[in-house]
């Protein structure tokens, strides 16, 4: 922009003009620009404030009727006006961890597979295929699991599950229950998928900015493949994977309409895995149009806050190890 | 030519928004938004005044109704008197119809399974958990009934329909009532959550050994297997448009302030117990008169023309009597002019 206003002063020279003007007329464009710039940045913090402090306010009374209990009680009874916040954080955080120990494995060996060892012709429709799978949108994800992975589920997967792990002594309870397909590990499963092209593609993207030289310097010595990603490719890419990894933890986190229709959506915290449970935003979605004013809607309001609260953590916790990791470099 | 064609893009785009500008307003329940649909059509077709009806919950219409932003509000579970008192707004019961339990069992037919008021209640309460269980059995002498997991589907969100079902299973059991009690949204003990009564019916239909309860419409539009009930009288009684009339002919309307009256678990050989009505919400003194009159003169429509369409659909429509009586309350309170 600058460029071409400069290009103009110069084309104007014949004119009658003087120099002083035009500079001023550049000085003026200039701080315009940066002007407009600055509020830009402004505005995304005073909006990210402006969110917080409305959510604090709005669930101010459920903190202050239910004090820390709200954090520990499972309880969500709107006749008897009695919430807390265990189920829905529970449930949050153990669907995110299935996610993640499916789809982290597994979105990191695609990655590898598509930069170490796919043939080139297949490198390309594979690649296309991540990113389309990126872009569905999550409430395909929802009737999907809905029409043809919970009926699997509820066929197959969940009778082996019991029948193999329900009656071991300790473990068993995590397994234990009648197969209704609805559940959270469904829900987890679900989420895995969903987060699956998150991880591979930043990683394969990655993956593609380490040097061949160091590659071929390993292979060189005798290093096996596995060995070359383990000990060369992560630990060059691992800031780069990180990121990816946390993009994909922050979406399972938050995602709602596909997790509402598999997860069964019971406000209570079971033992099993595969009993039903209910995530913050699934039960803000179910239940927010219809809440009374007063403790209900604060209550809820107050699990958008923790929601909130929780992705900031993760955030704070990512830029930690990621600031550790470069002090280490 | 260009000058025509903006011309004419002009007037639609006008008349377009006068026909939406007289179009009535109102937000709530899902139970009666069929019959409200139909009705609508048929008025806009004579009148050619729309309605523009959101079926978003009765909670959420009550909501919307007391912020003022829609005409009427709409609910399955009345507001009680002194609410009333307090927000300025007239009740009155539109239509009514049956909730029904849905099964989804291999082999079982609709009518084939009987089941009682307890029973269901004791199921929802995550006490019997097998089909196969005596409590049933008892009811059901002739049905080969499996070894199966009772997969219980409830409403996730707040619902007239989850309303009068709970407020029926408080009267039948005081363990419900102690435990969980009545409301648009409660605490359930066991169960599968989902959206609206669709959502119940789609679960239902999904999952082998589900139990749920949907309004005796989407039961009936969905294909689901229905149950027959044991009602207060001890009969065993189908879901037939029969079987809520004869529910709704106990209540005495006139002896209910704000018309609250719930009609689940009355007497009479052939009720059935989980009948209900559906409300009307509207102010006293509406902010747009022109609005608020448009809009009962829907109402009356749908009185005096819409009991054919209404019996077409199975909703049951409000006895003369009820009528007069709701009209009368509307000359005496609400504000016309």
């Known amino acids: 922009m600058t460029a071409t206003a400069i290009e103009e002063a110069q084309t104007a020279r014949s004119l009658p003009m003087d120099r002083a003007r035009a500079l001023g007329r550049l000085k003026f464009a200039d701080g315009g620009f940066r002007w407009m710039t600055l509020l830009s940045a402004l505005l995304v913090l005073i909006l990210l404030v402006g969110v917080a402090i409305s959510l604090f306010i709005g669930s101010w009374p459920a903190f202050k009727t239910f004090g820390f209990g709200f954090f520990f009680s499972d309880a969500w009874s709107p006749p008897k006006e009695r919430f807390g916040a265990a189920a829905a954080i529970y449930g949050t955080l153990v669907t995110s961890i299935i996610a993640m120990l499916i789809g982290v494995p597994v979105g990191l060996g695609i990655a590898v597979f598509l930069t170490e060892l796919c043939p080139p012709a297949l490198r390309r429709p594979i690649g296309v295929a991540i990113e389309l799978l990126a872009g569905i949108p999550s409430i395909i994800y929802g009737i999907w699991g809905v029409y043809y992975f919970k009926p699997v589920m509820q066929a197959y997967v969940q009778p082996f599950i019991i029948g193999t792990f329900g009656a071991i002594p300790g473990i068993g309870s995590l397994f234990a229950g009648p197969p209704l397909g609805y559940g959270v590990l469904t829900a987890g499963l679900v989420l895995a998928v969903m987060i699956l092209p998150f991880v591979t593609a930043v990683s394969r993207d990655v993956f593609e900015t380490v040097p061949a030289v160091l590659k071929e310097a390993a292979y060189g010595v005798g290093a096996t493949t596995f060995e070359v990603v383990g000990n060369i490719v992560i630990p060059y890419t691992r800031v780069g994977v990180i990121g990816g990894v946390m993009l994909a933890l922050g979406r399972a986190l938050g995602e709602t309409m596909a997790v509402t229709f ?35 809607t604060s209550s809820l309001l107050a699990l958008g806050f923790i929601l909130f609260i929780i992705t900031f953590l993760v955030l704070a916790a990512a830029r930690w190890m990621l600031a550790r990791l470069e002090v280490k470099a | 030519m260009f000058i025509r064609s903006l011309m004419s893009a002009a007037i639609f785009a006008a008349s377009v928004s006068c026909a939406w500008a007289g179009d009535i307003s109102g937000a709530g329940a899902t139970f009666p938004f069929p019959i409200y649909a139909k009705w609508a059509d048929a008025y806009k077709k004579e009148t050619g005044n729309g309605l523009n009806y959101q079926s978003i919950g009765s909670g959420a219409g009550i909501k919307q109704i007391k912020a003022k932003t829609v005409t ?25 119809g049956g909730i029904v339990p849905v099964v989804n069992l291999a082999g079982v037919k609709s009518g084939d399974l009987v089941i009682d008021g307890p029973t269901l209640a004791k199921i929802y309460l995550g006490t019997i958990t097998k089909w196969n269980d005596p409590a049933i059995k008892v009811l059901n002498s002739k049905v080969n009934l499996p070894d199966l997991a009772i997969a219980v589907i409830h409403r996730a969100d707040g619902s007239g329909t989850t309303f009068n079902f709970t407020d029926y299973l408080s009267k039948v059991s005081p363990d419900w009532q102690s435990k969980v009690g009545e409301s648009t949204s409660v605490e359930w003990p066991v169960g599968i959550g989902a959206k609206g009564n669709d959502g119940v019916a789609n679960n239902v239909a999904g999952t082998n ?8 419409a989407y039961a009936k539009q969905n294909h689901l297997t229905y149950a027959d009930m044991v009602n207060k009288d001890g009969k065993t009684v189908a879901p037939t448009v029969e079987a809520f009339q004869a529910a709704a002919a106990n209540a005495d309307w006139a002896k209910a302030p704000g018309f609250y009256l719930i009609l689940s678990d009355q007497p009479g050989a052939n009720s059935w117990p989980m009948t209900a009505a559906t409300f009307i919400l509207m102010y006293k003194k509406p902010a747009d008169v022109a609005a608020s009159n448009d809009a009962l003169k829907f109402f009356a429509y749908a009185y005096d023309k819409g009991a054919q369409m209404a019996k077409d659909l199975d909703y049951i429509p409000m006895p003369d009597n009820v009528i007069a009586l709701v009209k009368k309350a509307w000359a005496a309170d609400i504000q016309q002019k």
């Open chain 2, 209 to 216: 050994g589900a139990i749920g309860y949907v309004e005796y």
């Open chain 1, 262 to 296: 598999v997860i069964g959506n019971a406000t209570k915290i079971s033992a099993s895995i595969l009993a039903q449970g209910t995530t913050i935003s699934a039960m803000i979605a179910n239940q927010f149009a219809d809440a009374d004013p007063g403790l209900f």
């Open chain 2, 72 to 96: 009427f509000g709409a609910t399955d579970a009345p507001l009680k008197a002194d609410d009333l008192e307090a927000s300025g707004l007239e009740q009155w019961p539109m239509v009514m």
